[in-house]
């Protein structure tokens, strides 16, 4: 849920956004608050400026394909090979507006995390967002997500105009939950809803 769009704004609607709960302490120096109030810094601050701010960096649908490989399966999407993205650019990402996902893929039990560059070069770092939200089976971020992975939970990498964040599948539940057996999407071609924020 956004930061209202009209009318009264309180610190506690900064912190309820950033993932804090109604009726506990809100610190102006947790990572998401600050990030949202960012642009103010060094001027007066005027909580009308972020009517209807939210939390979340990026989100867009995907259509995830599941592919029964040889050696090993895998699903999701991956830019030029499997499924499709409706919106890959993420605006703003890493101080840059060049940057787009390239690949949220189960791949042989890792769920592989990517993101690329549109054009010229970039070195990414290990930050950015903070938690990475699946809503499987559905193509918006309604109600909350089916998976919720924190990025410090996440193993980084990073090369030429890439950087890459990747978390062990069975560590989230693969050996009990069906939704990470099956491959997190599914065993066919599913619609998802990824969430950066």
């Excluded at 109604?22 to 642009?39: F, M, Q, V, Y």
């Excluded at 605006?91 to 060049?98: G, K």
Aim: proline residues 2%.
């Amino acid at each position: 849920m956004a930061v209202p769009s009209s009318g009264q704004i309180s610190l506690n609607d900064f912190h309820v956004e950033a993932g804090g709960t109604t009726g506990t302490a809100c610190n102006l120096n947790e990572a998401d608050i600050r990030a949202l109030i960012d642009k103010a810094s060094g001027a007066a601050m005027n909580f009308a400026e972020w009517y209807g701010a939210s939390a979340s960096i990026h989100g867009t649908a995907i259509s995830a394909q599941y592919v029964d490989g040889q050696y090993f399966d895998q699903s999701g999407y991956r830019e030029s090979f499997i499924g499709s993205i409706t919106d890959a650019t993420i605006d703003s990402f890493q101080n840059s507006n060049v940057c787009k996902i390239t690949q949220v893929e189960n791949l042989a039990g890792t769920l592989n995390f990517t993101i690329g560059i549109t054009s010229g070069s970039k070195t990414f770092n290990n930050s950015g967002f903070t938690t990475l939200n699946l809503y499987l089976g559905q193509t918006t971020n309604s109600g909350s997500p089916d998976v919720a992975l924190a990025r410090t939970s996440a193993t980084f990498s990073n090369g030429t105009n890439f950087g890459r964040w990747n978390w062990d599948v069975a560590t989230l539940g693969g050996n009990s939950s069906p939704t990470f057996v099956n491959g997190i999407f599914g065993l066919s071609t599913t619609n998802n809803f990824i969430e950066m924020v």
